[in-house]
């Protein structure tokens, strides 16, 4: 993406578009490894009022998830929340975020390898970006290796499949359905 201008056309880079469900609703993205456990992580959180599953910060338009997979679009998994900020600042959709996987894993997460399963908080407003970076701050002084989480804007969010939301409340390949009830702690299994 050169100085040709072809950079400056591609919808993939632009900021997310999209508002939120409702007026007076904030949006926020993450990346913390494969989205299903995460979505349903943050499903389950007072004040979230919508949660999708999609593809961002990649560099092709309209991604699907075998392209994802394959490492040629860079864009990661990502999980994009409609939250009410009265109910859940967004510094507890931080503090859930970082509860839920390892930032200190580059382009990984368990036994998921890959650019799609790196670490990233992507922002929509100053106030989120100043917040996120507080956050890794603070959250550096409690680990002993370094984060490697990224703190970007937002860009595009493409929504995955269908099947991919909601998978695991929905019972993922085995039909075993799982509690998105607001403040559940049941533990969270992830299977394909």
């Known amino acids: 993406m050169g100085s040709n201008g072809e950079e400056s056309s591609n919808p993939a880079l632009e900021p997310d578009p999209d508002a939120p469900v409702e007026a007076g609703l904030e949006l926020a993205q993450f990346a ?32 699907n998830y075998k392209l994802v997979c394959t490492g040629s679009t860079n864009h990661a998994e990502v999980i994009r929340v409609h939250f009410d900020p009265n109910v859940c600042p967004y510094t507890t959709l931080l503090d859930v975020f970082w509860g839920k996987h390892d930032p200190t894993t580059l382009n990984r997460q368990g036994n998921d390898v890959g650019t ?3 670490s990233g908080i992507y922002y929509y407003t ?21 984060i490697v989480t990224e703190v970007v804007p937002a860009k595009r969010f493409y929504r995955a499949e269908e099947y991919h939301q909601q998978y695991l409340e929905k019972g993922g390949r085995n039909g075993l359905k799982q509690s998105a009830a607001k403040g559940c702690n049941d533990p969270i299994r992830c299977y394909g």
């Open 32 to 63: 913390a490894g494969c989205f299903w456990g995460v979505e349903l992580t943050f499903q389950r959180v007072q004040g979230v009022v919508k949660t999708e599953v999609g593809y961002s910060q990649g560099h092709v338009p309209d991604p």
């Open 116 to 118: 799609q399963y790196r």
């Open 126 to 146: 100053e106030t989120q970006e100043k917040l996120a970076k507080e956050s890794v701050e603070a959250k550096q002084k409690e680990l002993k290796k370094k």
